[in-house]
């Protein structure tokens, strides 16, 4: 998340009256993230409580005609006990509308915080929290193609340049040219597909203790690789932010946790070193691409691509491919 566009007093509560969510009483931006513009909103309605939610603005990398696909899936979730928020529809029973040529949606704020440290209970919760919207999702009859596949981050790392690489940091050109051929060459094309959300960090993630409370930010969600959400999961959680430290009861716990509700089949798991390194690169691009392009003004941090380098190079040693060849579910 992040705020790209600054949108006045009035032109808020405009905008938020066109919800029937009560009268705006606050609008805070919010920093974390690279790709939209969000503010958490409170509203209240005479002689009832404050409350509270997201909106959202869509600047980058969100298509408008992929709204009712991101936005269903939500509710879709939501309907059978998936630790997500609804859809807010406006007064016309829309779930977006527009502002100055930009799509907006309000949504359910959850309680709960992110964390950056996780435990190994937290991680099982959220591998929990996975499987449980994997199968929930079975019944979701709208389709998406993944836009950031191997292609796109390919498009990035090109558009940035073996010199913006090296800018970033020298070692840089000569692990994306190694990585991005054996992934094109490797890639799986036989493994289970389904709804994915593609995007699982801690940050979107919200929890309670050690539960789960929320599931949020779904604007990659898309049909792919079952596996390959898990590792992308797994390349989020399982490391220091820098990448630099490789955190084994965090994995194993996260493992665990989504194979007590679904469990992964052989050739997934033999799959997941590759779909890691991939989910690793993915990172890494949008990343570099978002270093080298981000606005000075934008209210929002840069993340460092490296963080995701680092991963790439784990995941390609040979030597930890031993982290995926079982869990605490296999012979039971």
Not at 168 to 191: F, K, M, N, S, Y
Request: net charge negative.
């Amino acid at each position: 998340m992040a705020v790209y566009t600054q949108l006045g007093a009035e032109i808020m509560a405009s905008i938020i009256d066109n919800f029937d969510v009560g009268e705006l009483i606050s609008a805070k931006g919010i920093a974390e993230g690279v790709s939209n513009s969000n503010w958490l909103v409170e509203t209240r309605n005479p002689g009832f409580d404050a409350s509270r939610f997201i909106l959202t603005m869509y600047e980058n990398r969100v298509e408008t005609d992929d709204l009712p696909f991101f936005l269903g899936l939500l509710d879709h979730l939501a309907e059978r006990g998936c630790p997500v928020p609804r859809t807010i529809h406006d007064r016309e029973n829309r779930p977006y509308r527009f502002h100055d040529g930009k799509a907006l949606a309000l949504i359910e704020f959850l309680p709960g915080v992110s964390v950056s440290k996780p435990s190994p209970a937290q991680a099982h919760a959220v591998g929990h929290a996975l499987a449980q919207i994997h199968l929930a999702a079975a019944d979701f009859t709208s389709k998406r193609k993944n836009s950031m596949g191997l292609d796109a981050s390919r498009e990035l790392l090109n558009a940035c340049g073996e010199e913006g690489l090296a800018s970033i940091d020298p070692r840089l050109p000569d692990i994306v040219g190694h990585c991005l051929p054996e992934l094109a060459a490797g890639w799986p094309t036989d493994l289970p597909v389904s709804v994915i959300h593609a995007d699982l960090f801690p940050d979107n993630v919200l929890m309670l203790g050690d539960q789960v409370s929320g599931l949020i930010d779904f604007y990659f969600a898309c049909n792919d690789i079952t596996a390959y959400d898990v590792a992308v999961t797994h390349a989020a959680w399982c490391f220091s932010e820098d990448g630099s430290q490789f955190n084994s009861a965090i994995s194993e716990a996260l493992l665990a946790g989504y194979e007590e509700v679904r469990r992964l089949e052989p050739g997934e798991r033999a799959a997941l070193p590759i779909l890691a390194r991939g989910a690793s690169m993915r990172f890494l691009a949008t990343r570099a691409y978002d270093w080298m392009n981000t606005p000075g003004d934008a209210l929002v941090t840069r993340k460092d691509p490296m963080s995701f380098a680092r991963r790439v190079e784990f995941y390609s040693d040979d030597a930890n491919r031993a982290i995926f060849e079982g869990s605490a579910q296999e012979g039971q």
